[in-house]
């Protein structure tokens, strides 16, 4: 490629340990990829255990002082937070398209929702209460809780929204009087580099806010520190299965935002422009089908399935695959060689499954030859108990699956072992409900309600993980409750 934006030069990347910025690490020297041309751009230090282990210790000694801060305090660094996150929207971008291409207008939108993630938090710093009970009969005693914050949090965060994963897990956790080690993913590391940057300048202690790239073994290490008292993780169920192994040791609590296969359920009467447009866009368009909570299985009733077949496949046609940085491209590149090799593989064993390719399904040429560009893909007439139909493929790829009834409808939606979000498009609002109470989902949008708004908990079960992110249950996961009683 040859736009000049992404050419630039990419920041500089160090590990954040209290106030000092270090610009090697024990676990040595990440190579950078540039996914729109293949090429290295950047080396990144890598944690080790030495760090991991110096980090933590920081963050504990931070902690002592910082869950004694005035909570009015704690809000008002936050508020400062948020305001100095909204003032560096355009570097935020800019950073998040480097990260790992995503196409730079998306990451724009994920930034304003990071500082609403940060604002509402803030709120929440000096508004945690405590119950009362008590009882005067015999003896008599009066009772009370305490909601306390549990310590150091290790954070770790995948690569597909590296800001906002940081927004929905970082204001919380501080809120709540908890301090943190963060290990973003190395294929992402520069938006978390400014995040660090405008945490200090917020007036965040050194300390509270620690930031140590790391591979997997850094990871480990930051989970097994017995000094961690919690764990909050995004990313897949086989990571998560050895986080769990590893906290199981300690009886460590965690919170797991995984993986899904959400199912977008297409009812006879349902506005087809809207549901068509949205289950494509949000599938095969924005982040390149590269999120958890996107609607990849579309089931759609038999009456009107050509018809959504036909509209699905005209507007995934049309969805610009390119720069990142141009203000009409809808879908950057995936983020590796490896993903291009993953999702390309499971297309093909899609083919030979028997479902029916209705548009895409292959490698984009030309200028964009030299990156990880995938064309938007659409499967009709697949079945629901296939792989491209089970298994989540974190890539530009719609399954469609055609349904008679509604309880056929549910029965298919229901059919994997994700459990994150459910859709629901229908005109009869006594179904929406209906549906909504049936699906096997930590959410349910109907009709196109907003993704990961943050006065709604966000979470999965199932494979797709435990606990809650936004609302005051997100809150919650970082309190812990003491009951106090008096004879």
Known sequence: MTTSTFATARPEVSLR???????????????????????????????????????????????LDWRQTNPAERRRILMRFADLIEQHSDEFTRLGTFDNGTASGLVGGLVAMS?????????????????????????????????????????????????????????????????????????????????????????????????????????????????VKKVTFTGGPDTARKILAACAEQIKPAVMELGGKSGNIVFEDADLDAAC????????????????????????????????????????????????????????????????????????????????????????????????????????????????????????????????TEDEAIDIANSTPYGLSGYVFTKDLKRAHRVAEALETGEVLINGAMNISVHRPFGGIGISGMGKEGGRQGLEEFLRTKSVGIA
Request: a negative charge; aromatic letters at 8%.
């Open 17 to 63: 340990i209290g106030g000092e910025n270090r610009l090697t690490g024990s676990g040595g020297i990440f190579e950078h990829i540039n996914p729109c041309n293949g090429t290295p751009d950047a080396e990144i230090p890598m944690a080790g255990a030495a760090e991991i282990n110096e980090a933590v210790e920081v963050a504990h000694r931070a902690f």
């Open 277 to 404: 447009s949205i289950g494509t866009l949000m599938s095969v368009g924005l982040m390149s089908g590269q999120g958890c909570a996107f609607p990849t299985r579309m089931i759609v009733a038999r009456p009107i399935y050509d018809d959504v077949v036909a509209r699905v496949s005209s507007i995934a046609s049309m969805i610009k695959v390119g720069d990142p940085f141009e203000s009409d491209t809808l879908a950057g590149p995936v983020v590796n060689a490896a993903a291009l090799e993953r999702i390309t593989g499971m297309i093909e064993r899609a083919k030979k499954d028997g479902a029916r390719l209705v548009t895409g399904g292959g490698r984009i040429g030309g200028v964009l030859a030299e990156g990880y560009f995938l064309e938007p893909t659409v499967f009709a007439d697949v079945d629901p108990n296939s792989e491209l139909a089970q298994k989540e493929v974190f890539g530009p790829v719609l399954s469609i699956i055609p349904f008679d």
């Open 115 to 227: 500082v609403e993630w940060t604002r509402y938090y803030a709120g929440w710093a000096d508004k945690i209460t405590s119950e009362v009970s008590g009882t005067y009969r015999t003896h008599g005693e009066f009772g009370y809780t305490l909601s306390q914050p549990y310590g150091v949090i290790g954070v770790i965060i995948t690569w597909n929204g590296p800001l906002i994963s940081l927004a929905m897990k970082v204001p919380a956790a501080l809120a709540a009087g908890n301090t943190v080690v963060i290990k973003p993913s190395e294929l992402t590391p520069f938006s978390a580099n400014l995040y660090a940057d405008l945490a200090a300048e917020a007036g965040i202690p050194a300390g509270v806010i620690n930031v140590v790239p790391g591979s997997a073994e850094a990871g480990s290490a930051l989970v097994a520190h017995p000094l």
